[in-house]
Structures are given as C-alpha cells and as structure tokens.
C-alpha cells in the first residue's frame, strides 16, 4: 500500500485546512518546495498536490507545482481546478505524473473520457469527495446530484485508472478516515482506491490496509508530527 504525503497549495504556501474551510487555512510551509523534499527525504514515492486557489476559482499555484517537479526526482499527481483540456496538457507537459478531476468529471465527463483515450488511464484519477452521501464539487463548496458510490460506477464506463476517495467532514481532523464508507467503496468498483481525509495514526493506516486500498493520502497528521512518513510506510509495507 502506498503511502502519499498531501500538499495543500494557496497563495504560494503550503497550507491545511479543516473539512474543507479555506478560512481556516494554516500555513506550514512559506516554501512548499522544502515540504515535499521532507517527504521525499523520508522515502515517499508520489506526493499529492491540490491547487486550493485553482479550486476555489481564484488564482493558481502553477509556478510552485513546477519548482517541485523541478527540483525533486518525485512522482506528483496533481488536482484542484483542473477543468478543461488545455489546463490537463500543461500540466502533463510540466513533467505531472497524474491529473485528478473533480467538478470536471461531474459537469464533463465525456471530456475525461477523451483525455483517458489520449494520456492512457495511469495519467487519470477522479477525485470522489464525499458531503452528506454526495459527491461534492467546486471545492467542496456544493454537492452534485450524485449518490458517491454511484459517481464511482460512472468512472469504470469513463475508464478513469485511479479513485481518490475524501470523506470531506473528517478531511484535516485527524479524527480518523470512516471505515466503514471506504470498504463499501472498494466492494463497489475495481478501479483502484486511494483513500483520504481522518488519518491521524499509524493504527488508522494499519486499519486502510486491511480493506484493501491502493494507497492513502496522509496531510494534517503528517504536518502536525504525529509520525513520519517512514514510520507510515513500515506499517504499510509490513505483511502482518
């Protein structure tokens, strides 16, 4: 199981929020360039970058994206905004190994179909972001009409190769990521799940393990020092 360090991006800094909140942002990183280094240093593969201004349809952090990719041998996946074509191929010229959709895929999902057709499904992942049994868009600013797991079925007709999944009303808690949603979830779809929002112990990524995620995106908790990312992997490596 993967283990993937979160970097929430606003105003050029690393940042996190709480279930969402962009007006409680607190800023961790003036520099998100030494934030991903860190998790690089401590043996993560893949890192897990949402552009929040992009998100929120004010701004975007384009140019701290490109100083990661950059400057850091680490694969990047990256979402928050992402709502045309044009955005997703500079991107992907940028060196971004995955681009995740979320509004995109609820408002157009025959144009991610066609960027599958064209980048192959590894390029392509649909955020699933859970609100009230919804899956929220815009920044988790409103609901689709969609029931989540029905979202999901959606993206094995579009062929998308990865779902990262958010329970939102946990997401920067630490309280723990809801079990019971995301085994639902994995019994649902084949495509592959990446699960996010709660983490806040060693013992949360033992019990993500035991349903059977591709990987688990880890933010506040890993910021907050409540253990590294080379104690996560140990746990998530271990066969037991």
């Not at 280094?37 to 384009?62: P, Q, S, V």
């Not at 609820?106 to 192959?120: A, R, S, T, Y």
């Amino acid at each position: 199981m993967e283990i993937i360090p979160a970097i929430d991006l606003m105003n050029g800094k690393s940042v996190r929020l709480v279930k969402g909140n962009p007006d409680k942002a607190k800023v961790y990183y003036d520099d998100p360039l030494q934030a991903a280094e860190l998790f690089l240093n401590e043996g993560a593969k893949r890192i897990h970058i949402i552009d929040l201004d992009a998100a929120l349809g004010r701004g975007e952090n384009l140019d701290q994206i490109a100083r990661i990719i950059r400057n850091l041998p680490i694969n990047v996946q990256v979402g928050g905004g992402i709502r045309s074509l044009t955005k997703t191929q500079e991107l992907i010229d940028y060196g971004v190994e995955r681009v995740i959709y979320g509004t995109l895929a609820v408002k157009n999902p025959q144009l991610v179909k066609h960027v599958v057709e064209i980048c192959g499904r590894k390029k392509v992942a649909v955020a699933v972001d859970e609100n009230m049994g919804k899956a929220a868009i815009r920044g988790w600013q409103q609901n689709s009409q969609y029931d989540y797991l029905e979202f999901v079925k959606m993206q094995e007709v579009v062929g998308v190769g990865t779902i990262i999944f958010t329970t939102t009303n946990v997401d920067g808690t630490m309280a723990g990521p809801q079990i019971t949603k995301i085994s639902r979830l994995v019994q649902t779809t084949s495509i592959p799940i990446i699960a996010s929002g709660g983490v806040g112990s060693l013992e949360d990524i033992r019990s993500l393990k035991a349903i059977g995620v591709e990987g688990v995106i880890i933010g506040t908790a890993l910021y907050e020092q409540k253990f590294s990312v080379k104690e996560a992997l140990k746990v998530a490596n271990n066969a037991s």
